[in-house]
């Protein structure tokens, strides 16, 4: 019996045999052609062909983990017809009188170089989407088939590192779950098991011996650990925890239409965090309250150009309108940083978490700003909806952005087109500046939702992008408690209501801290809803308020 420890990215328990992946080496081969134009349209044939697979790797992951996780395969789309990777391809093949194979691996591997050299952490995981999409098109070149990521039974994958296309290619009916030597908690292919509900665990200790491929395993995503050939005792303490994972999501099947109270009687609200449209399904699903983060960029990140009022207008109204008088609060436009659009025509920024983004970008370009909030106003006309502007710092923002509303409903009145003329504006504290003036930002706004995660990462002076700085991220410093502490008081000392959106609102280690604090409502991703009614059904805010309010005011850990 052999143990391994890795980095859980989704919890859950897997027992099985090992299936060993290696992804089929290209062995590129250099030679002369004389017909430099014929390789030339034989590269944009691959090209096209490649283009073609990815847009059915896009359907095929809208259906299985929604659209927002499917873009990366329309971001690998956009890499093909980049102007600078086709045209380094092309000068390759003109210059040097070479196949294209070899023009498309000798770019790939410069380009990919550029983006791990980069110290931005968004930037770096490029690199491995430039291999991705150049492997794919020598793939295609050299007429070699993919490498098959299942066996005739239900396997335990292990490989060096999976790429999102394969990923999304495993038929989850024949995986158990997936173990990788490398990976980062953030990249696509982890965000990808965690919406697809499979255990996995990356930065395992081990290596990929010959031997290990038809093993007995177990693979604990709760624990990070990777056992194989387990002997008896051990293989039956990790049937019975598998069985009683499978008993508790029966149990919260049963939960479905009650209430989120706690035994003491406090009511809270518990929404959904989507991304766009297709999602709206799985928060119906998971029976949440309603939509407590809207990621409107989406809208954005998916256009080639600036989408237009109506399409926006026929997004948010069918998404209020299927939530069926559920609230919707739909975060307004949340660019820059590590979601870019080209042709918003950012520049260049040395700290760009720090830089030109979000609300900073809509008080510059207001022309922008003002399409998104009229086909917001809009669709207010049609059921319940909510605003709240992202990344605010001080009241003279907010007093900017009433200022551009005054001016939206203005113009919709003068056009006879209806709006709620009550709609709640509210605003995300996502820095410690916000944290520290909530007193004054409340008396201008209606709600408050914190972004614990960008909250954490400025609090702390930690890139949460950055796979080196990952025990250095911790969201359960007293400090990150103590300012969430701070702005849900300021919110109720102002008639306001406060929630958490970020993904510590998921943390059930943390919902009696949150309760303790009085947040009226937490938003998370739609498969939590119920673990998250679960625990706040069984806590008892009367015998733990007082002991976790005084932890969080002496600045001790939770």
């Not at 980049?82 to 591997?109: F, K, P, R």
């Not at 697809?196 to 650990?225: R, S």
């Not at 994972?245 to 109270?261: A, F, P, V, W």
Request: glycine share 6%; aromatic share 6%; net charge negative.
């Amino acid at each position: 019996m052999e143990k391994f420890r890795g980095k859980g990215v989704f919890g859950g328990i897997a027992i099985g045999r090992i299936s060993l992946y290696k992804r089929k080496e290209q062995k590129i081969k250099r030679y002369h052609i004389e017909d430099v134009q014929a390789e030339t349209e034989r590269f944009h044939a691959a090209r096209d062909e490649a283009v073609r697979q990815l847009k059915n790797l896009f359907e095929k992951a809208v259906s299985e983990v929604g659209e927002a996780n499917a873009m990366i395969f329309d971001i690998h789309q956009m890499m093909l017809t980049d102007l600078d990777y086709c045209e380094s391809i092309e000068n390759i093949i003109h210059t040097q009188q070479v196949n294209a194979e070899y023009a498309v691996g000798t770019t790939g591997d410069n380009f990919s170089q550029m983006f791990a050299s980069m110290e931005d952490a968004y930037m770096k995981e490029r690199a491995a989407d430039v291999r991705d999409v150049s492997e794919r098109l020598i793939g295609i070149l050299s007429g070699s088939e993919d490498s098959a990521l299942s066996s005739g039974e239900p396997v335990i994958i292990m490989a060096d590192d999976l790429v999102p296309s394969e990923t999304v290619q495993l038929d989850k009916n024949m995986v158990l779950g997936f173990v990788t030597v490398h990976g980062s908690a953030n990249s696509h292919t982890a965000i990808l098991a965690r919406t697809m509900n499979i255990p996995a665990i990356i930065n395992t200790d081990i290596a990929l011996k010959p031997e290990y491929n038809g093993m007995t395993a177990i693979l604990d995503g709760f624990e990070g650990t990777l056992v194989l050939e387990p002997d008896e005792e051990t293989l039956r303490k990790a049937q019975e925890k598998q069985k009683n994972e499978i008993e508790k999501k029966q149990l919260l099947e049963q939960l479905k239409g009650q209430e989120n109270i706690t035994q003491d009687g406090r009511k809270i609200e518990v929404y959904a965090n989507i991304g766009n449209l297709s999602d709206v399904g799985s928060v119906l699903k998971n029976d949440a309250g309603g939509i407590g983060l809207f990621r409107s960029e989406f809208l954005y990140l998916e256009n080639s150009d600036y989408p237009t009022e109506e399409q926006q207008f026929s997004v948010y109204k069918t998404v209020a309108e299927n939530m069926a008088g559920k609230k919707v609060i739909i975060r307004t436009l949340d660019i820059g940083a590590d979601k870019q659009a080209d042709y918003f025509q950012l520049p260049p920024e040395e700290n760009p978490a720090m830089g030109f983004r979000a609300i900073r970008i809509c008080l510059e370009r207001q022309e922008i700003f003002k399409t998104q909030l009229r086909a917001l106003f809009r669709a207010s006309a049609f059921s319940r909806i909510a605003v709240m502007f992202p990344m605010i710092t001080s009241v003279s923002e907010i007093k900017e952005i009433k200022k551009i509303v005054e001016q939206v409903k203005r113009e919709l009145k003068a056009e006879n087109l209806p709006f709620d003329e009550k709609l709640e504006m509210g605003i995300m504290i996502e820095t410690p500046a916000a944290a520290l003036v909530s007193d004054q930002l409340a008396k201008e706004v209606d709600f408050f939702s914190v972004g614990t995660n960008d909250l954490t990462q400025y609090t702390l002076a930690v890139d949460r992008q950055n796979p080196q700085l990952d025990r250095f991220y911790d969201a359960h410093h007293p400090a990150v408690l103590h300012m969430l502490k701070l702005v849900a008081d300021n919110a109720h000392k102002n008639g306001i209501w406060a929630g958490i959106c970020g993904e510590l609102a998921a943390d059930l280690e943390l919902t009696e801290a949150f309760l303790a604090m009085g947040f009226d409502e937490l938003s998370v991703s739609p498969p939590f809803v119920l673990r998250l009614r679960k625990k706040i059904r069984e806590t008892n805010l009367d015998a733990c308020r007082k002991t976790i309010l005084e932890k969080i005011e002496k600045g001790e850990r939770l």
